[in-house]
């Protein structure tokens, strides 16, 4: 039965991963899978992720499950740090939330929660988005569009062509929108072009549906968060997936959050009974250990400090590396890619062609995607001379 299956094409990125180690050159750079590296190339992990796990290993004294919506702690502890403290919605308990394994597994409870509401309703992605949105979401049975989002020959957002869509939206659509440090082009709404977003949403009636990944990479967490936070404060319903993966290095763990701001705490207890149903259906009780540990972390006032100088060393170091590289560039080819330092979080677009891409690799074993996203964080001090001559070289 089984045979009539054909063989897939490699997925891009993980096909990408794994020419890279079949890469001899000695000088190769990979600048395609998306995990946060430090100068040594390592993805390390947090100080205090390993004072957690102590706590954790010193304290747990049981393996049975945990409840079905997951740790308890780590999921008031992310509301808490995504939407701020006493924020009204969760004073209203209105948020309806579980514990997912990852991101992705926010975003797949939150696609078939969508589908059980309205089947019909249409999805709308920016162009570009992150690879794996269209297939988590579309997996669920959704339709999706995408509304034009970035102009890789300006290096900027095309945000007046994004409004005159979202202008046209049908009322109970979906627009997903990245919260912070949008992957894969690291181009940012500005404050204002959030406030014209929701003043969008307010006159179509969509529903906006934030991934955010990435809280704390681009400017710091409170300005990260400043677009979920908006559209919170002044809309009855907004649909959050945020992911622990990059902010507390704790990817092999895979830990998410899947929230609904619902208008109202009946609305809210059936949501909260939906997403749990739907999590039950597709892997049946959460993980706990990622979960635990995030919930040790937001909840000791010492080792959330400690986390908080993490992230802002991460941050501060990509920073860095955007200007070093913008500056390399200029200095070796006089062309300016100042639109690097501008862009935020840990990708960026190089806005240079498929084919370039693919010569940066076969002459020069620099491996990313062919839509030129590159990891800013696989860039090193030892390696940014290199890649600079490089991307000069297939100019």
Known sequence: MLEVLEQLPADPILGLSAAFKQETNPKKVDLGVGV??????????????????????????????????????????????LLGKGHKTLIEQRVAAVQAPGGCGSLRILAELLKRANGDLTVWVSDPTWANHIPLIGSAGLKIETYPYFDKDTASIKFDQMVACLEKINKGDVVLLHGCCHNPTGADLTKEQWNKVLELAQQRGFLPFLDIAYLGFGDSIEDDAYGLRLLADNLPEVIIAASCSKNFGLYRERVGLAAIISANRQSRDALQTQIQAIARAIYSMPPSYGGALVDIILNNDELKSLWMDEVTEMRERMQTLRRLLADKIKEKSGKDFDFITRQKGMFSYLCISPEQVKKMRSEHAVYFVDSSRVNIAGISHQNVDYIAEALVAVL
């Open 36 to 81: 946060y590296k430090d100068e040594q190339g390592r993805t390390p992990i947090l100080h205090a992720v390993a004072k957690a796990q102590n706590i954790l290993l010193a304290n747990e004294d049981s393996k049975t499950y945990i409840s079905p919506q997951g740790v308890q702690g780590f999921i008031d502890g992310m509301l808490e740090l």
